[in-house]
């Protein structure tokens, strides 16, 4: 693939992910009654919307995902009671009917390793949004913003410019262990995250027996670098020999483990990894300032449209130029 | 306060960015970018900036002032082997090697200094490869044009010296 195709079509998936941002906004924005909440997690998403970029970026791409995915369950799980009183009729309707469907499904499911994800997601994403005190979701919140935003650079300028000489090469070999460290450490978790949920999802639909210690142990084995997420699918065809289940199951181990590995390929991939996608910035500061002017809180909304239409637009002129066409053989 | 205020002065980095030869060939982006990973570093004189045998993990641009820089361990005027003046950079084997300081670099008198981190330097590479390009090429001008220039000086005089004293033909 070559550097301009790879841009377009990075183009044209951000503009569908700023999209289901804003699906995502609006449904918050409908249901919730809490006013700091509501301004936390709208600054969080689009700062990850408008930040992120699946093919440059394919790690942040994978955290504003899942946060984007936990906010979509709680709003759909936890979220009937509080609607807001100002939503339409229909969503409120739509949520109480999804809420009792949730029970009810929830309950019907026999498969004691999707309830047991099922809670856990919920429970988390019930957690971060709820049971946390406001000034504490706040401080996560405005962490995650302020990691984002570029501001970190400049906090890290404050640090070393309050140090005395003496010890100023020291700590600059420290900061440099632990962002090493730090880095191993985030790609180690969130390789063993999406894995293990992978490996979660092959095992439920496999319906293998031991769902859970394998799950568990796949995501041990996803800990351990570069080998692991090899270990993974030896250690559970191990098994699958050990048992001698019947052909399908086999065909399903390996199709499961061709779509792992083009995924992780794709998520994973050293060129999108490392190239870090430069936010708009001035984007970002034009709508938070007419957002919050002519409409409030609301207003910040129109990130991700406006991000939608940056985006296409960048995409459709790619297109138009002579080098490249996504239509050409 | 003082911090706070010298660290927002973005215009007052740009401006000393601007005064550095070696990064005369950036564009005005790279310097904007250039700014947030160089930090401004005093040193009174006889302060060391860093010891022989020390991590080789920062490069420095001299602003003002000069630096000596000593073979071993001792800032002592005897050890001296070079000077680095305003607009010159010292300790630039950081972007190159994790490999330990070979000399010991001493404030001559009160100087100021651009550090830049070998681990936002690599990071530069990553992200902004053109840039970090230019700040190489740059380097690489120095050291042959420059460096090497006086380096092939010394030698010929050494070598003209030894030649009156009958020494070498």
């Known amino acids: 693939m070559n550097g301009l195709k790879a841009k377009a079509i990075a183009y044209l998936i951000s503009s569908l992910c700023a999209f289901l941002a804003l699906l995502v906004l609006f449904l918050i924005y409908s249901v919730s009654n809490h006013a700091g909440q509501l301004i936390v997690w709208t600054i969080l998403l689009t700062l990850l919307s408008s930040h992120t970029n699946p093919l440059l970026n394919g790690k942040k791409w994978l955290f504003s995902s899942s946060a984007i995915f936990l906010v979509v369950v709680t709003v759909y799980f936890f979220l009937p009671g509080i609607i807001h009183s100002s939503a339409p009729d229909?969503?409120?309707?739509?949520?109480?009917?999804?809420?009792?469907?949730?029970?009810?499904?929830?309950?019907?499911?026999?498969?004691?390793?999707?309830?047991?994800?099922?809670?856990?997601?919920?429970?988390?994403?019930?957690?971060?949004?709820?049971?946390?005190?406001?000034?504490?979701?706040?401080?996560?919140?405005?962490?995650?913003?302020?990691?984002?935003?570029?501001?970190?650079t400049q906090?890290?300028?404050?640090?070393?410019?309050?140090?005395?000489?003496s010890v100023f090469e020291r700590a600059a070999i420290y900061v440099t262990g632990i962002s090493v460290f730090g880095a191993l450490v985030r790609e180690m978790v969130f390789t063993a995250l999406l894995s293990g949920l992978l490996w979660g999802c092959a095992l439920w639909l496999l319906d293998y027996p031991l769902k859970?210690?394998?799950?568990?142990?796949?995501?041990?084995?996803?800990?351990?670098?570069?080998?692991?997420?090899?270990?993974?699918?030896?250690?559970?065809?191990?098994?699958?020999?050990?048992?001698?289940?019947?052909?399908?199951q086999f065909a399903g181990f390996f199709i499961t483990l061709a779509v792992l590995w083009l995924m992780r390929f794709l998520l994973f991939h050293e060129k999108w990894a490392k190239t870090r996608h430069q936010p708009d910035k001035f984007l970002l500061f034009i709508m938070i300032v007419f957002g919050y002017i002519f409409h409030q809180a609301f207003g910040l909304f129109f990130?991700?449209?406006?991000?939608?239409?940056?985006?296409?637009?960048?995409?459709?002129?790619?297109?138009?130029?002579k080098k490249f066409s996504i239509l050409a053989p | 306060m003082k911090i706070l205020r010298n660290l927002f002065k973005k215009s007052e980095k740009a401006r000393l960015i601007d005064q550095l030869p070696l990064l005369k060939s950036l564009d005005g982006q790279e310097k904007n970018v250039l700014q947030n990973l160089l930090h401004r570093r005093e040193f009174g004189k006889g302060n060391i900036l860093f010891t022989a045998r020390d991590p080789a993990v920062a490069a420095y641009f001299v602003l003002k002032?000069?630096?000596?820089?000593?073979?071993?361990?001792?800032?002592?005027?005897?050890?001296?082997?070079?000077?680095?003046?305003p607009g010159e950079i010292l300790g630039y084997s950081a972007f190159f090697s994790d490999a330990p300081r070979n000399a010991t670099a001493a404030a001559m008198e009160n100087t100021a200094c651009l550090a830049m981190l070998r681990k936002?330097?690599?990071?530069?590479?990553?992200?902004?490869?053109?840039?970090?390009?230019?700040?190489?090429l740059s380097l690489y001008d120095v050291l042959y044009h420059h460096d090497l220039a006086e380096l092939r000086e010394k030698y010929n005089q050494l070598t003209q010296q030894l030649a009156k004293a009958n020494i070498i033909v």
């Open chain 1, 155 to 165: 906090v890290k300028q404050l640090v070393f410019a309050s140090l005395p000489n």
């Open chain 2, 65 to 85: 002032g000069s630096v000596g820089l000593y073979q071993g361990m001792e800032a002592t005027p005897q050890n001296r082997i070079q000077l680095v003046r």
């Open chain 1, 212 to 248: 859970l210690p394998l799950l568990g142990m796949s995501v041990f084995f996803a800990l351990i670098p570069f080998y692991g997420f090899w270990l993974a699918p030896v250690f559970i065809l191990f098994n699958l020999a050990i048992h001698s289940f019947d052909h399908t």
């Open chain 1, 303 to 321: 990130l991700p449209l406006f991000a939608t239409g940056f985006y296409l637009t960048q995409a459709f002129l790619l297109l138009l130029t």
């Open chain 1, 90 to 152: 229909a969503w409120q309707t739509a949520i109480a009917s999804a809420n009792a469907f949730r029970f009810d499904g929830i309950k019907a499911v026999p498969d004691l390793l999707f309830r047991v994800n099922a809670l856990v997601l919920c429970s988390s994403a019930f957690l971060i949004t709820h049971a946390l005190p406001g000034p504490v979701i706040s401080l996560i919140g405005l962490s995650l913003a302020l990691f984002l935003s570029g501001l970190r």
């Open chain 2, 120 to 136: 936002d330097f690599t990071d530069l590479c990553c992200q902004r490869p053109k840039c970090a390009l230019k700040i190489l």
